[in-house]
């Protein structure tokens, strides 16, 4: 509840009833629709404080099949994208346009121009040294912290870089990390999607080969991290419930392994299979799932006995990784192709050469995968996700292929419905998991309950679950035309970096943070 009511005041001022400081300022008001559909909903709501409206109230009191307006305003924030089209007619009906003026006259402005896909209401949160974010991760107090690929300000892109800290947002997304450099003290220099918190840290996995280790309750720079072998760049952080954190060595094909989360005693682990290992997850069975860049395997080992690892097929090139309460594991794929079949004039999907070798920095994966989209600026959609079962067999492939266009970031909320930040399709995609019976009528597991999209929410990496039900989601990237930046470009040169972090509202079911092992529902 506190968490969540701390959110109110950035869209409403309580105080005067007008819109929030935060949803007012530039960021919010001139890039998405949350100002004008909150307008909507609170004249719809209107309908009911006034007789000669009661028709209309009793639609809107069946459409959301609620027999008060507190009951259908919490059922159309919990699925806004329920019976969008009828309530957006019923608006438009019950105020209709003046013709001497051609305005709806009693229609409290901005309203909507146009029917939207869904009522959902995001804002994003800027400062705190938050540019291109990569993780997203949240603390048992509500608390988002991410590493930042590259710092504010700079002309930083996959080509040259000045590499960000780390940054640190309240619940009620006020940014608590300093402005420009965020978190550091550690030489850390700029995070890929290496972002984990544990007991009491937060760690990051960086771009020159450290590991950073923060108090989660000042920011105070801890490590950085002792390893007991020297280490590559870094990406995917998991822990797990006993403690113990994994971190990916993406480019030297190692896991790292801090047992009961102390930083001082870091092992580097041979795991025969990995390439590019990317991203990692945990299971209750204290089973390390984990995906890579350059190759279609999923590779799993018990922590106990790290050398005896199991795989699963998938198709090439998988990030984000996740499981859920049944213990089945979702994971997002770049591709469609177990083989790496070609795409357009004859190229392969991004980060996925044809015939590897694998990059020997993380950015350099990423600078082809850029220049394979500029080059084929008609492609729309590559990628899916894959189900795999607890005995580790794929049990369902080509989740949300169409609408996953790179998918990346993977989480589960707290009715085991699957969250995809979905990279270029600039999104968040909501999926039925495995528990159909927590899934809208006539959604199976795999199909797509929602995709959610919004002015603020640009190329993004990563989607979390907080505790409230509100969803945390990282812009990445902002023009995908700078990020390859080898030369001057102008007015632009600073805009490849994705800007700050983004709130969806209330849509998820809560969880209890910090993840450590499988999603816990927080009761």
């Not at 229609?107 to 146009?114: D, E, Q």
């Not at 930083?263 to 984990?290: C, E, H, M």
């Not at 999209?453 to 700078?482: H, K, M, P, R, Y």
Request: hydrophobic residues 35%; negative net charge; proline residues 6%.
């Amino acid at each position: 509840m506190s968490i969540g009511s701390s959110q109110v005041k950035n869209l409403v001022n309580q105080g005067t009833g007008t819109f929030g400081d935060t949803l007012l300022n530039g960021s919010n008001l001139l890039n998405s629709e949350t100002a004008a559909r909150i307008n909507v909903l609170s004249n719809l709501l209107a309908l009911c404080g006034s007789k000669a409206q009661s028709n209309g109230c009793n639609q809107l009191l069946k459409l959301t099949g609620s027999d008060d307006t507190l009951a259908a305003i919490s059922s159309i924030a919990r699925e806004p994208w329920r019976n969008v089209k009828d309530l957006y007619r019923l608006f438009v009906k019950s105020y209709p346009i003046d013709p001497n003026t051609q305005l709806r006259a009693t229609a409290t402005k901005p309203y909507l121009l146009f029917e939207p896909k869904s009522f959902s209401l995001s804002l994003r949160f800027e400062g705190g040294g938050a540019l291109a974010l990569g993780k997203v991760m949240i603390d048992h107090k509500g608390n988002a912290w991410s590493g930042a690929n590259w710092m504010p300000g700079s002309q930083s892109g996959v080509i040259i870089s000045i590499g960000g800290g780390v940054t640190r947002f309240g619940p009620d997304g006020t940014a608590i990390s300093p402005a420009i450099t965020g978190y550091n003290g550690q030489g850390l220099n700029g995070t890929g999607w290496g972002t984990g918190i544990s007991e009491k840290y937060a760690w990051v996995g960086t771009f020159n080969n450290r590991v950073g280790v923060f108090s989660l309750e000042d920011g105070e720079a801890l490590g950085p991290a002792t390893i007991d072998q020297p280490v590559g760049e870094l990406q995917g952080i998991a822990t797990a419930r006993n403690g113990d954190v994994w971190i990916a060595d993406n480019t030297s094909n190692h896991m790292i392994h801090f047992p009961d989360g102390d930083y001082t005693k870091g092992k580097r682990l041979s795991i025969p299979g990995l390439k590019g290992p990317f991203g990692v997850a945990v299971d209750d069975q204290n089973r390390v799932w984990v995906s890579s860049s350059f190759n279609n395997k999923i590779t799993v080992f018990s922590a106990e006995e790290p050398d005896q690892t199991n795989t699963a097929e998938v198709y090439l090139g998988t990030r984000g990784i996740a499981v859920d309460s049944t213990g089945h594991v979702w994971v997002a794929q770049q591709t469609n192709s177990t083989k790496g079949a070609p795409g357009p004039g004859g190229k392969v999907p991004p980060g996925i050469p044809a015939n590897p070798p694998q990059p020997k920095t993380i950015m350099q994966e990423f600078t082809a995968g850029a220049e394979y989209y500029i080059d084929n600026p008609k492609l729309t959609q590559t990628g899916s996700l894959a189900v795999i079962s607890p005995d580790i067999k794929v049990v369902q492939n080509n989740v949300a292929e169409g609408i996953a266009y790179i998918p990346w970031g993977v989480s589960i909320d707290g009715k085991d419905n699957v969250w995809v930040g979905n990279l270029y399709g600039k999104s968040l995609i909501h999926i039925c998991g495995m528990k159909t019976e927590n899934c809208p009528e006539g959604k199976t597991t795999g199909d797509v309950i929602h995709n959610y999209q919004s002015g603020v929410i640009q190329i993004t990496t990563d989607v979390v679950v907080d505790d409230a039900g509100n969803l945390w989601s990282a812009n990445n990237w902002f023009e995908g035309d700078t990020v390859i930046n080898e030369t001057y470009t102008g007015r632009t040169s600073t805009f490849p970096g994705g800007q700050g972090i983004v709130v969806t509202y209330g849509v998820a079911a809560p969880v209890q943070s910090p993840l450590m092992g499988p999603v816990r529902r927080a009761d």
